[in-house]
């Protein structure tokens, strides 16, 4: 695969040195190139779509042409590499990358502080996928910049910001009605039963969404969540140790789309939230008998162990995007070693062709 790339790069810039060269001789009509800050702005554009952040960093300050170009010009843009200084650098960049539509601030140790996302919503808004991921050290002072100025943010990753309240995410979420993916892994404060009937209430578009090791989330907000959100795709779960069947049964019922499930540690989930997951997909074949629905593809239930072969076998059948033959292995269930005898479809061939040798 880093073959590929290197020679897709390497193709890359043969075309862009062609082009350069043809700008040289021919002048691009009547105006005639001679050094690097005179090219196009669409060729500058290009040229950099080679480099990596760090590099267009340094291409801005070359010139103001170079300068005015990026600004307008660049919509995708990182500092996950950045270190130590991550946050002076975005109180300096933001003003002038101002059409961003995707910033990833990624951080190995904490580095932001309130003022730099400030200063993007201030700025940035036209962005429509934020990460911010690991940011422990962002208040809710953040989350009401982001309401006012990134409305329009389709992607939002928060996980790990653990000092957000509830109260600042439902605020946000009022706002950022486009929403459809959303990370609040960890955010243990924010991710209340409170914030997702807000999220119900105004993110319709919602198509998936990671509460892993959000132990306040109960069957309250995720029933909330089954009602208001209907196009889920993927909901993570994992660790939400206070929801029960009820959280289940309204998503296998309201959320017809859903593929991917994480219920690891939900240790109250009994064998009725299972039939009920079987049952629905039985449903939806008989509503739309002409496409047959693929159901559920992964499912994490892992440590789940109050749940029986039978129940889960009804739910393998019925969902055949189901594995548990490890080369797929798309149903978990590490730690419940009473469902061991669970298996697919592949599985159960495979177990036929061991007996007939």
Same mark, same amino acid.
């Given at each position: ?220 907000? @995720?029933?909330? =969540? *089954?009602?208001? /959100?209907?196009? #889920?795709?993927? %909901?993570? $779960?994992?660790? +939400?140790?206070? !929801?029960? &069947?009820?959280? @289940?049964?309204? =998503? *296998?019922?309201? /959320?017809?789309? #859903?593929?991917? %499930?994480? $219920?690891?540690? +939900?240790?109250? !989930?009994? &064998?009725?939230?299972?039939?009920? =997951? *079987? ?79």
């Amino acid at each position: 695969m880093n073959r590929g790339r290197v020679m897709r790069d390497s193709m890359m810039e043969h075309e862009l040195n062609s082009c350069f060269n043809n700008l040289m001789v021919c002048g691009g009509g009547s105006r005639v190139i001679y050094e690097w800050r005179d090219i196009p702005m669409e060729l500058l554009l290009r040229i950099l779509s080679l480099l990596d952040d760090r590099t267009v960093i340094i291409a801005s300050a070359v010139c103001s042409g170079w300068r005015d170009s990026i600004s307008s010009g660049l919509t995708h843009f990182s500092l996950s590499w950045c270190k130590n200084n991550m946050n002076s650098l975005m109180l300096s960049l933001a003003p002038k990358f101002t059409n961003l539509r995707v910033l990833i601030l990624r951080q190995e140790k904490p580095q932001l502080v309130d003022n730099a996302v400030e200063m993007a919503a201030n700025n940035c808004h036209e962005l429509e996928d934020l990460d911010l991921s690991k940011s422990f050290r962002l208040n809710d002072s953040s989350l009401y910049a982001l309401a006012h100025g990134c409305p329009n943010l389709i992607k939002l990753n928060i996980s790990g910001c653990s000092a957000f309240s509830d109260t600042a995410l439902a605020y946000l979420m009022g706002f950022c009605r486009k929403l459809k993916i959303l990370n609040l892994c960890g955010c243990v404060k924010a991710a209340s039963d409170k914030a997702l009937k807000v999220i119900g209430d105004n993110c319709s578009q919602l198509q998936s969404l990671n509460l892993g090791w959000c132990e306040n989330v109960g069957d309250a907000g @995720v029933m909330s =969540l *089954a009602y208001g /959100c209907p196009d #889920l795709h993927a %909901l993570d $779960l994992c660790g +939400c140790m206070l !929801i029960t &069947d009820e959280s @289940v049964i309204a =998503l *296998a019922n309201k /959320c017809l789309n #859903l593929q991917t %499930l994480g $219920l690891y540690y +939900c240790q109250n !989930i009994t &064998d009725r939230a299972i039939y009920a =997951l *079987a049952d629905s997909r039985s449903r939806r074949n008989q509503v739309y008998e002409s496409v047959k629905e693929q159901g559920l593809r992964n499912l994490n239930i892992s440590q789940c162990t109050a749940l029986t072969p039978p129940a889960v076998q009804a739910l393998c059948d019925s969902c055949p995007s189901l594995h548990t033959c490890p080369e797929r292995h798309s149903l978990i269930i590490s730690g419940c070693l009473n469902l061991t005898s669970v298996r697919c479809a592949c599985g159960f061939q495979s177990h036929r062709q061991v007996n007939t040798h």
